[in-house]
């Protein structure tokens, strides 16, 4: 197939982005599975209980999106190093263990009972398993840090034999952090505070620290190819939004801590650093808004201008301002666990992760398979795809932030009602997030289909 790629290598990305969003699906429809549960608790069981959907609908998200960044990774790195990627032949038998060793995870989840897939996987030599994030079996998560170790050692071989730009060696530094915090994900002491503690340095620290940083990398290089801005412009303001990530993310890990036993110094700590989280976000969306204002082509890829400008919206939205909702330890103490966290934690994952693989895929695809960008009309479908799932996860999160608030006065400050009475209250928010959800997944169906749409204005020169 002819393609318009500069180096030949970078193909490689081509089965990543498909595995991520075949995953994405995957968890997308185990997600309305558990938001059917909320309303019908009898679907599907006993053949796939709440817990087991939850385990399915969280995994997967964590396992297509990095196969999202690995393929994100092995398609700019190439371009920004100016040479051909170290190990090709590498990339590709990596991406069958790692995709290997996902579907069996999930197949484990689901047919297998949870403690005899531990004792099958040898946890009693090494007990990894069991916590919320980080169920995978132990020799998994040994498969996911070999993966990664190798993934590394391609990316890195590139960029030290090729160019250094500000964009490489942000992705690379994201991209290192991921793979040793993922390291925490082995060290399980018995006390639960200990426990706790490092268990947010991965889960925390992934999401509200080096994960910013392959985003901040990842959108620096599409806005580079789409609006012919001078890189050194778009450099300064990486080096700023990187910064005041790293600092907000990993002091604000404090605001974990509030009631899990830690010493009380970290509540101030939290609370000052968490406030300071949603700056790096907003930064972006003024970020990538500026360089769009400024653009010096007029790149015929709309539909992933589009993406990338919503990254900075609805990142800034949901990691920003629904994060700072909860984050003070007066608010937290009321809403910790309830459905303002699964508000949160929706937004935040669509807006900055989710929508910046999308935004990568939708650039790269079209070049991978021969055209600058996609037809007039491929490009409407995929808008409309933006629109479909954008839309609908604000009113997700809407909704569970309706269902979190009424929760926080019936069960902890008002009403005291127990639990599962309260959730009976709680219904038509849960119905509403129902629909809502299904019409984000027909949103990723018209997103799937867009790369299908013919047109006769395809653009094939670069």
Same mark, same amino acid.
């Given at each position: 197939? /002819?393609?318009?790629?500069?180096?030949?290598?970078?193909?490689?990305?081509?089965?990543?982005?498909?595995? %991520?969003?075949?995953?994405?699906?995957?968890?997308?429809?185990?997600?309305?599975? =558990?938001?059917?549960?909320?309303?019908?608790?009898?679907?599907?069981?006993?053949?796939?209980?709440?817990?087991?959907?939850? =385990?399915?609908? /969280?995994?997967?998200?964590?396992?297509?999106?990095?196969?999202?960044?690995?393929?994100? %990774?092995?398609?700019?790195?190439?371009?920004?190093?100016?040479?051909?990627?170290?190990?090709?032949?590498?990339?590709?038998?990596?991406?069958?263990?790692f995709?290997?060793?996902g579907?069996?995870?999930?197949?484990?989840?689901?047919?297998?009972?949870?403690?005899?897939?531990?004792?099958?996987?040898?946890?009693?030599?090494? #007990?990894? !398993?069991g916590?919320?994030?980080?169920?995978?079996?132990?020799?998994?998560?040994?498969?996911?840090?070999?993966?990664?170790?190798?993934?590394?050692?391609?990316?890195?071989?590139?960029i030290?034999?090729?160019?250094?730009?500000?964009?490489?060696?942000?992705?690379?530094?994201?991209?290192?952090?991921?793979?040793?915090?993922?390291l925490?994900?082995?060290?399980?002491?018995?006390?639960?505070?200990?426990?706790?503690?490092? *268990?947010?340095?991965?889960?925390?620290? *992934?999401?509200?620290?080096?994960?910013?940083?392959?985003?901040?990398?990842?959108?620096?290089?599409?806005?580079?190819?789409?609006?012919?801005?001078?890189?050194?412009?778009?450099?300064?303001?990486?080096?700023?939004?990187?910064? %005041?990530?790293?600092?907000?993310?990993?002091?604000?890990?404090?605001?974990?801590?509030?009631?899990?036993?830690?010493p009380?110094?970290?509540?101030?700590?939290?609370?000052?650093?968490?406030?300071?989280? #949603?700056? #790096?976000?907003?930064? !972006?969306?003024?970020? $990538?808004?500026?360089?769009?204002?400024?653009?010096?082509?007029?790149?015929?890829?709309?539909?992933?201008?589009?993406?990338?400008?919503?990254?900075?919206?609805?990142?800034?939205?949901?990691?920003?301002?629904?994060?700072?909702?909860?984050?003070?330890?007066p608010?937290?103490?009321y809403?910790?666990?309830?459905?303002? /966290?699964?508000?949160?934690?929706?937004?935040a994952?669509?807006?900055?992760?989710?929508?910046?693989?999308?935004?990568?895929?939708?650039?790269?695809?079209?070049?991978?398979?021969?055209?600058? $960008?996609?037809?007039?009309?491929?490009?409407?479908?995929?808008?409309?795809?933006?629109?479909? !799932?954008?839309?609908?996860?604000?009113?997700?999160?809407?909704?569970? /932030?309706?269902?979190?608030?009424?929760?926080? *006065?019936?069960?902890?400050?008002?009403?005291?009602? #127990?639990?599962m009475?309260?959730?009976?209250?709680?219904?038509?928010?849960?119905?509403?997030?129902?629909?809502?959800?299904?019409?984000?997944?027909?949103?990723?169906?018209?997103?799937?289909?867009?790369?299908?749409?013919?047109?006769d204005?395809?653009?094939?020169?670069?």
């Amino acid at each position: 197939m /002819t393609t318009l790629v500069k180096y030949q290598s970078q193909l490689v990305a081509k089965p990543y982005f498909i595995a %991520a969003i075949g995953l994405f699906i995957g968890q997308i429809l185990f997600g309305l599975i =558990m938001g059917l549960q909320y309303v019908w608790g009898d679907f599907l069981f006993p053949e796939i209980p709440f817990n087991v959907a939850r =385990m399915v609908h /969280t995994n997967l998200l964590i396992v297509w999106l990095l196969f999202g960044f690995f393929g994100a %990774a092995y398609y700019l790195v190439p371009e920004e190093a100016e040479r051909e990627l170290h190990s090709p032949k590498l990339a590709l038998a990596l991406f069958w263990i790692f995709l290997v060793a996902g579907v069996l995870t999930i197949l484990g989840y689901l047919f297998v009972p949870y403690a005899t897939l531990a004792e099958m996987t040898g946890n009693d030599l090494l #007990p990894t !398993m069991g916590r919320e994030f980080l169920e995978q079996p132990t020799i998994i998560k040994i498969g996911i840090a070999a993966v990664a170790l190798g993934f590394l050692y391609n990316i890195g071989m590139t960029i030290l034999g090729g160019r250094k730009t500000v964009v490489n060696i942000i992705l690379l530094t994201g991209l290192i952090g991921l793979a040793v915090l993922w390291l925490f994900s082995f060290y399980n002491p018995e006390n639960l505070v200990l426990d706790k503690m490092f *268990w947010w340095w991965v889960v925390h620290l *992934w999401v509200e620290g080096v994960w910013e940083l392959i985003l901040a990398a990842i959108m620096a290089f599409v806005l580079i190819k789409t609006t012919g801005i001078d890189r050194e412009v778009i450099d300064k303001w990486l080096y700023v939004i990187v910064a %005041a990530a790293l600092i907000s993310g990993i002091l604000g890990t404090g605001h974990h801590y509030y009631f899990i036993g830690t010493p009380e110094y970290w509540q101030p700590i939290g609370g000052i650093f968490s406030a300071m989280e #949603p700056i #790096p976000f907003f930064m !972006m969306t003024l970020f $990538a808004f500026n360089m769009v204002n400024r653009r010096r082509r007029d790149h015929p890829n709309k539909a992933t201008v589009l993406w990338a400008m919503g990254t900075g919206v609805l990142a800034f939205l949901g990691a920003g301002v629904w994060g700072f909702m909860h984050t003070l330890a007066p608010v937290n103490y009321y809403t910790h666990g309830t459905q303002i /966290t699964a508000a949160h934690g929706h937004m935040a994952f669509y807006g900055a992760y989710v929508m910046i693989v999308l935004t990568i895929i939708s650039y790269a695809m079209p070049i991978m398979r021969g055209r600058e $960008a996609n037809s007039k009309k491929a490009q409407a479908v995929e808008m409309w795809s933006f629109w479909l !799932m954008s839309v609908s996860m604000v009113f997700i999160t809407l909704f569970l /932030t309706g269902a979190g608030i009424l929760q926080v *006065w019936l069960q902890r400050m008002g009403e005291g009602l #127990p639990f599962m009475q309260v959730q009976d209250q709680l219904q038509i928010f849960y119905w509403l997030r129902t629909i809502s959800g299904t019409i984000f997944m027909i949103g990723l169906i018209v997103y799937v289909w867009s790369f299908f749409v013919k047109g006769d204005d395809v653009v094939a020169t670069d």
